[in-house]
T-cell receptor
Framework: DAKTTQPTSMDCAEGRAANLPCNHS???????VYWYRQIHSQGPQYIIH???NNETNEMASLIITEDRKSSTLILPHATLRDTAVYYC?????????????FGAGTTVTVRA | DAGVIQSPRHEVTEMGQEVTLRCKPI?????LFWYRQTMMRGLELLIY????????DSGMPEDRFSAKMPNASFSTLKIQPSEPRDSAVYFC?????????????????FGPGTRLTVL
């Protein structure tokens, strides 16, 4: 799997959009970008994934650059419950390797 | 569905004792994963099963660790003998990759974890 680079931490104001960047300059053509988050004392939780098109679901939006070397996870209206560590992972889907390689992630703190 | 169920949620034991962690995956999921999380090493995969068969155990730290999946609804991770450096949060996760392929069904669903403390 390609490696990713994320900022160590970031703060966000409650009610504002939170934009979480991720660099994955060595991503291969058929690797997907996945985002998971881990709220304190809980297991990781899937958020969203994408290949090349922008994606949106009830939790977040994922913007992937045209060259696919970076992406941004957007939490449109951050709440205090969104305080968590956010992990950006790139991997082949449904390959023989089902490992999720979690890096250090970005610690997001949403402040009232 | 109740999600992935793990027990116990907390375990405190003394060095040298045997520890058994339990996991019930989401019904219908045919992949099961065991992860360990520590401050120093982060979240790391220990072993995973497909249809109850161990596929990759390269992350198991040493012979003191063993994992079994006797049926589709139950798995155990055993540490014997336990050591203080085994103290960590152990997560179980399950998934059900789609028959037709596609990453949308490749999502892994995690349990709440078992916090193990070895004194």
């Amino acid at each position: 799997d390609a490696k990713t680079t994320q900022p160590t931490s970031m703060d966000c104001a409650e009610g504002r959009a939170a934009n979480l960047p991720c660099n994955h300059s060595t991503i291969s053509g058929n690797e997907y970008v996945y985002w998971y988050r881990q709220i304190h004392s809980q297991g990781p939780q899937y958020i969203i994934h994408g290949l090349k098109n922008n994606e949106t679901n009830e939790m977040a939006s994922l913007i992937i650059t045209e060259d696919r070397k970076s992406s941004t996870l957007i939490l449109p209206h951050a709440t205090l419950r969104d305080t968590a560590v956010y992990y950006c992972i790139v991997r082949l889907p449904l390959s023989n390797d089902y490992k999720l390689s979690f890096g250090a992630g970005t610690t997001v703190t949403v402040r009232a | 569905d109740a999600g992935v169920i793990q027990s116990p949620r907390h375990e405190v034991t003394e060095m040298g004792q045997e520890v058994t962690l339990r996991c019930k995956p989401i019904s219908g999921h045919d992949y099961l994963f065991w992860y360990r999380q520590t401050m120093m090493r982060g979240l790391e995969l220990l072993i995973y099963f497909n249809n109850n068969v161990p596929i990759d155990d390269s992350g198991m730290p040493e012979d003191r660790f063993s994992a079994k999946m006797p049926n589709a609804s139950f798995s155990t991770l055993k540490i014997q003998p336990s050591e203080p450096r085994d103290s960590a949060v152990y997560f179980c996760a399950s998934s059900r990759p789609g028959l037709a392929g596609g990453p949308s069904t490749d999502t892994q669903y995690f349990g709440p974890g078992t916090r193990l403390t070895v004194l």
